[in-house]
C-alpha cells in the first residue's frame, strides 16, 4: 500500500486546511486510516483516525471541535479538515493505515506510512 499526502501549506492562525491521502496498491475500503503530525523535536503525535467504513472516528482531545477525519472509499482517498489553526498546529503531518480492524493511537502500530505534508500555522 502507497500512501501520498497532499494538501499542507502556510496559513495564518485562525485559518482552514484540507489534507489529503491517496492510497494505492491496496484495497483501501478495507484498511484503517490514521493521520499523525510531528514537530519539529518532538515526539510523532497522534491526531485521528477512521475505520474501514468511515462509520466510527476519533480525534486527538485536543483537537477536537477543530479537526475532523473522513474518508471517500470510491475515491481510495481520506481527509483532514483543519479549522481554527493555531501556531502549535505546525508540524509535517503524515497519514498512515493498517490491515487491523481497529484503529489505535500508537503510531508502531501502524504498517503503512505515507512522506507527510508540512503545515505551517503563523500567528
Known amino acids: 500500500v502507497q500512501l501520498q499526502a497532499s494538501g499542507g501549506g502556510s496559513v495564518q492562525a485562525g485559518g482552514s486546511l484540507r489534507l489529503s491521502c491517496a492510497a494505492s496498491?491496496?484495497?483501501?475500503?478495507?484498511?484503517?486510516m490514521a493521520w499523525f503530525r510531528q514537530a519539529p523535536g518532538k515526539d510523532r503525535e497522534f491526531v485521528a483516525a477512521?475505520?474501514?467504513?468511515?462509520?466510527?472516528?476519533t480525534v486527538a482531545e485536543s483537537l477536537k471541535g477543530r479537526f475532523t477525519i473522513s474518508r471517500d472509499n470510491a475515491k481510495n482517498t481520506m481527509s483532514l479538515q483543519m479549522n481554527s489553526l493555531k501556531s502549535e498546529d505546525t508540524a509535517v503531518y503524515y497519514c498512515?493505515?493498517?490491515?487491523?480492524?481497529?484503529?489505535?493511537?500508537?503510531?508502531?502500530?501502524?504498517?503503512?506510512w505515507g512522506r507527510g505534508t508540512q503545515v505551517t500555522v503563523s500567528s
Open positions: 498512515a493505515a493498517d490491515r487491523t480492524s481497529y484503529y489505535t493511537s500508537v503510531p508502531t502500530k501502524y504498517e503503512y
Open positions: 496498491g491496496g484495497t483501501f475500503s478495507t484498511l484503517v
Open positions: 477512521i475505520n474501514w467504513s468511515g462509520r466510527s472516528t
